[in-house]
């Protein structure tokens, strides 16, 4: 597996609550609250070669020459349903970004996924574009999403998840080699269902209490 294109985040703090996540007595509120701190972390990973330019402003004492972020604000990009739970942490971050929803749920007896939502910007070509997702255990669903964003423009485009499974890196790098993987997490493998193991079971169900 070419891991060139796959950055594993294995700060202390990112793996800290990745063993809390992982606890099948985590409450629904405790395991909500723990994505939106590590979705926080990851965008710190994500984004730190984002392109800054000059500009002068003034502070209390003088001007001076300071940077900013160039181009135009990020568009988050969680696949529904699981990852919003990205989405509140990276927001607290960049709160001007803009928010595209993409909306898929896995077939259970194909494991495909099935699109019945979509709402992005419109100019998507001109913009950064996270897309947002848990779990990436078959890739079915994130090939889709990154389908779906590149047929309405989007180039520039970072998948962010808190774990992987092998089956699923290798099967999106072929689809997608030109987008970049953040992950917290490599497990070892997907089960007969297509569950990632040790995983943390269904993060959807999890963040919601619907399991």
Known sequence: MPMGRVTVVDHPLVQHKLTYLRDKNRSTKGFRQI????????????????????????????????????????????ILRAGVGFL??????????????????????????????????????????????????TANSAIAALDLLKARGASDLRFVCLLAAPEGLAKFQAAHPDVPIWTAAIDS????????VPGLGDAGDRMYGTR
Request: overall charge negative.
């Open 35 to 78: 994505l939106n701190e590590i979705g926080m972390l990851l965008a710190y990973e994500v984004t730190r070669d984002l392109p800054l330019e000059p500009v002068t402003i003034e502070t209390p004492l003088q001007p001076m020459e300071g940077r900013q972020i160039q181009g135009k604000k990020l568009v988050l990009a969680p």
């Open 189 to 196: 493998h997907l089960n007969d269902h297509g569950y990632i």
């Open 88 to 137: 509140d942490g990276m927001l607290s971050l960049v709160p001007s970004a803009r928010v595209a929803h993409v909306g898929l749920y896995r077939d259970p007896d194909t494991l495909e996924a099935v699109e019945y939502y979509f709402k992005a910007p419109s100019d998507l070509a001109d913009r950064t574009v996270l897309v947002l997702d848990p779990m990436l255990a």
